[in-house]
């Protein structure tokens, strides 16, 4: 034992002698003084880690003696929490007064990702269940969340949400809990906070629910606002349940039935449950948007589809890969009418097998080049014959490129080189080459990514891979290539 442990260690033990002899003689006085400044003591220490903002660390007090745990996003924000509660109660130390040491449990000391913007959500199916996606920016706050979002019922809780920082200042956690309440109160939906605004949106078939949950998002006070768009019933609706695809609401006639019933099974790989019903109504035409959405729903990975004529029209929410939201957004944009289209989904990141033996961290530019060197060796953006139009069958490659980009760092950008093969004149090749890796650009414009951070190049017939003197090697020259660089300032 150290100087310094022997010496605190002996003034502990001086002090429960003095707490026995005034619990013997019966002086309460002096053990209430004693038990109001030590919860002094944790009360100032409480109010400095919340004002550093390290609402990761979970906090014990011993007398005087202070302990800390948790998952520290930074090696300065460990020693931040460390300094904010030895020095809560004054200038702390062992005879300075106040807390007189602070032990720490940390674990792993790690670098956490920045979430701008902040955004967490919590998602509510028809029947109860509830799943939790985004940022929280502590162990501590996410479970605390998990376990409120139990308190209020469902069958199943799904907490996939990840520590990240960012988050903004105030009582967060307080917000994210006053989301959950509202959700309960619908049938299903999604309450998404996202920095310093709330959005409720989902579905309540009772009229008082959908009142009182409108009126308490729509009046928060400053720094938060509130958003909230609750509907009815809707007149048809597709959702994904335990592994099912579940179709309800009513139909014009039995033949509109059966089609939406076959476009369910010819696309989604499970069971398709046929739940609608046969009734006239006035919305005309409005199945031309099942038509067109009811095949990339099917591709979800949870969510609602739903027809409202009175509300939104087509709305979608949930999770899905990028390129199921992009050719869902090209093919909604097909329908014309009076039917607007709102497509509230989020993108989740797809595994790569292909790269899990690389390390990121050693070197940042050589590790996300190779990353996107075995992506693309193993998969292909394939493209209309002759032209720049990027097939569909490249969803999952692009899903890919995607994921790759966003696991590079940020001081990183990419050239998308464009190669064809010999056949034809090298002036064609290279113009056609060009337009086909401003063609994935694109994509990766439109699916979020910085453009700033992209270089489109064509390069034509001149980099070839392979022989072109055979069919298999004119194949492997056409393709499109990632070169990764750091970015120039």
């Known amino acids: 034992m150290g100087a310094y442990d022997t010496m605190t260690a002996g003034l502990s033990g001086a002090a429960l002698a003095v707490l026995g002899i005034v619990t013997?003689?019966?002086?309460?006085e002096y053990h209430l003084n004693a038990a109001q400044m030590g919860a002094q003591l944790e009360a100032s220490a409480r109010e400095a880690l919340a004002a550093s903002g390290q609402s990761w660390a979970s906090l014990e007090m011993d007398g005087p003696y202070a302990f800390l745990s948790g998952q520290p996003p930074s090696v300065q924000a460990a020693e931040a929490a460390r300094e904010a509660v030895l020095t809560s109660s004054g200038p702390g130390g062992l005879l300075r007064g106040g807390v007189w040491s602070v032990k720490t449990n940390f674990g792993e000391i790690r670098e956490l990702p920045t979430a701008s913007p902040f955004q967490w959500r919590a998602i509510k199916s028809p029947g109860g269940d509830m799943v939790l996606v985004g940022s929280v920016p502590s162990n501590a706050i996410k479970a605390e969340l998990a376990e409120h979002a139990a308190s209020l019922g469902g069958t199943f809780l799904d907490d996939r949400a990840r520590l990240a920082l960012?988050?903004?200042a105030g009582d967060w956690a307080g917000m994210a809990k006053f989301g959950l309440d509202q959700l309960a109160l619908l049938d299903s939906g999604e309450a998404r906070l996202t920095d310093y605004e709330l959005r409720l949106s989902g579905i309540a078939m009772q009229d008082a629910a959908r009142i009182q949950a409108t009126a308490a998002v729509s009046n928060l006070s400053d720094p938060w606002t509130g958003i909230a768009n609750i509907d009815g019933p809707s007149h048809w609706q597709a959702r994904h349940v335990d592994?099912?695809?579940?179709?309800?609401?009513?139909?014009?006639t039995a033949e509109d039935r059966a089609e939406i019933a076959a476009i369910a099974e010819a696309h989604f790989d499970g069971p398709v449950v046929d739940e609608m019903t046969v009734e006239s109504s006035e919305y005309d035409q409005w199945i031309d948007g099942v038509r067109l959405g009811l095949p990339h729903?099917?591709?979800?990975?949870?969510?609602?589809?739903?027809f409202q004529p009175e509300g939104d029209g087509f709305s979608f929410e949930g999770e899905a890969t990028s390129s199921t939201l992009q050719f869902l957004r090209e093919d909604m944009a097909q329908l014309e009418g009076a039917y607007a289209v709102e497509i509230a989904a989020e993108a989740i990141t797809v595994e790569l097998e292909e790269i899990s033996g690389v390390e990121l961290g050693d070197d940042p530019l050589q590790a996300c080049q190779t990353?996107?060197?075995?992506?693309m060796d193993a998969n292909a953006v394939v493209f209309k014959t002759g032209s720049a139009e990027i097939s569909r069958e490249s969803g999952a490659t692009l899903d890919k490129i995607m994921a790759v980009s966003a696991s590079c760092a940020d001081n990183l950008v990419f050239e998308v080189g464009g190669h064809t093969d010999n056949t034809g004149a090298r002036e064609a090749n290279v113009v056609l080459s060009r337009a086909r890796a401003q063609a994935v650009a694109n994509y990766m414009q439109d699916a979020?990514?910085?453009v700033a951070r992209l270089i489109v190049t064509g390069y034509g017939p001149d980099q070839p891979e392979s022989d072109n003197a055979t069919a298999e090697g004119r194949a492997a020259n056409r393709r499109i290539e990632f070169n990764v660089q750091e970015r120039s300032e």
């Open 24 to 28: 013997v003689h019966g002086t309460s």
């Open 166 to 168: 960012g988050v903004p």
């Open 243 to 252: 592994g099912s695809l579940v179709l309800s609401g009513s139909c014009e």
């Open 297 to 306: 729903f099917s591709q979800f990975e949870s969510g609602e589809m739903q």
């Open 371 to 375: 990353s996107f060197d075995l992506i």
């Open 448 to 450: 979020g990514f910085d």
